[in-house]
């Protein structure tokens, strides 16, 4: 059961990062077509949109879940997955990779 979420947990991580990706870059290209100077996100600001698709995407995982003993080992799996070494740097990549581009 631990591996399923794992596997959840990842791929939900991703997604999260493809979309406050895809959020910023929308917003840099509305910028420039209206003329103004966009300055490149923070790292507090990219983690701050991060989190909460994060949150929103965990909640929606959670709500398939029936029992509260799941709910409870789901949960330590997310906290747990949030503090690895591999997603923070993967979160911190992601970010400077955002940066390069503007």
Do not use: C
């Not at 399923?4 to 406050?20: G, L, Y």
């Not at 910023?24 to 100077?37: I, N, P, V, W």
């Not at 330590?76 to 979160?91: D, F, H, P, S, V």
Request: charged content about 35%; aromatic content about 10%; hydrophobic content about 30%.
């Amino acid at each position: 059961m631990q591996y399923e979420f794992e596997e959840n947990i990842d791929r939900s991580i991703h997604k999260a990062v493809r979309t406050a990706l895809r959020a910023f870059k929308e917003r840099r290209k509305l910028a420039q077509e209206s003329g103004s100077q966009q300055m490149p996100p923070t790292y507090q600001e990219f983690t701050m949109v991060l989190d909460e698709i994060m949150e929103s995407n965990k909640r929606n995982d959670m709500n398939r879940l029936r029992t509260p003993s799941l709910r409870e080992l789901f949960e330590r799996a997310w906290a747990q997955k949030l503090r690895n070494y591999a997603t923070q740097k993967e979160l911190r990549d992601a970010y400077e990779g955002l940066i390069r581009r503007y």
